[in-house]
């Protein structure tokens, strides 16, 4: 039995894709020494899930093979995917997410990576060219701010220097919901002053696959990038202005969403629109006060920013 407390993670961000630090793209450079490497933001108290590998060994039989006889042969490679869920201690993993910083080149890119060091309590590995393909922040009163980062990578090698003593950040202030909007909320210039809950997601989707002459995933180039915000909030029900967001009209209306602060990070996402069939706008409660639950998508060229 390993207990939770022998198992840690801690990251670099690379120069060149599965690099490693300072190494050439696909070099695998593992770490020279803990001090390379920089400790994650403070981990929610549940699962975690590290990147891996797994060889696909088929059991074939053929003519001839004595029976209950089957030779394995390995036909190819599945990628496993990381989960990290995490309290907002900083805009690192957001800026990452949009492409913000570190910038990307944008589409038909390959994306900005990191390396992961981890333990599972038997034994250290590295993951190489790790780069994110859906960024999840959440929030709801009287709670921290959670972060969930679920990731792709390039390959995973048993190898990796020992870890720093503080592996996790448990000196930084974590987000709580009551950092969301201190500043203001605003939907085209309308301001939110009451907001009930939010989730924000970024989805990033990569050319995938291990390519001719190598089982490892080389060049996910980045393909398009998807973002919606889910709301629920209360307004004044008389004004208008707002009002006129949710009105059935054949113009396009296309909305500004700012943020001040998004938790550890001021947020603004322009060029967005109410999703079809996701938002509530046409129902009256039963008693007491409209809350209102909207979803926002992409309605034209989308920019986002975190200044």
Known sequence: MTHSVDMKYEYYPETNIGGGPAGAAYACTVAGSADQLTPVSLPYNEDQTMPFIEYLQEALEAPGQAISTKTTMTTGIKYLDGKLVQHMQNGTWLDWALGIAP??????????????????????YTSYGCYIKKYTLSGEPNKALKETIEFGHYK??????AFDAAWYDASTAVANFEDVGSTTITI????????NSFE?????????GPH??????????????????????ETDVYDEALDAIFA??????????????????????DMMKVK????????IP??????????????????FTTP
């Open 248 to 269: 059935t009209e054949a113009a396009v209306t296309t909305l500004t969403i700012v943020f001040t602060p998004l938790g550890k990070a001021n947020f603004q996402a």
């Open 103 to 124: 910038a990307e080149g944008g589409a038909g890119t390959v994306p900005k990576t990191f390396l992961l060091q981890w333990t599972n309590g038997l034994a250290t």
């Open 212 to 233: 001719a002459g190598s089982y490892y995933h080389k060049y996910p180039y980045l393909m398009k990038r998807n973002v919606e915000i889910d709301m629920e909030f």
């Open 200 to 208: 924000l997601r970024i989805e990033n989707e990569y050319s995938e």
């Open 188 to 195: 085209e210039g309308n301001a939110i002053t009451t907001l």
């Open 286 to 303: 039963e008693k007491g006060i409209k809350k209102w639950k909207t979803t926002f998508e992409i309605g034209g060229v989308g920019a």
């Open 276 to 283: 079809n069939e996701a938002t509530n706008f046409n129902i």
């Open 156 to 161: 995973t090698e048993e190898e990796g220097p």
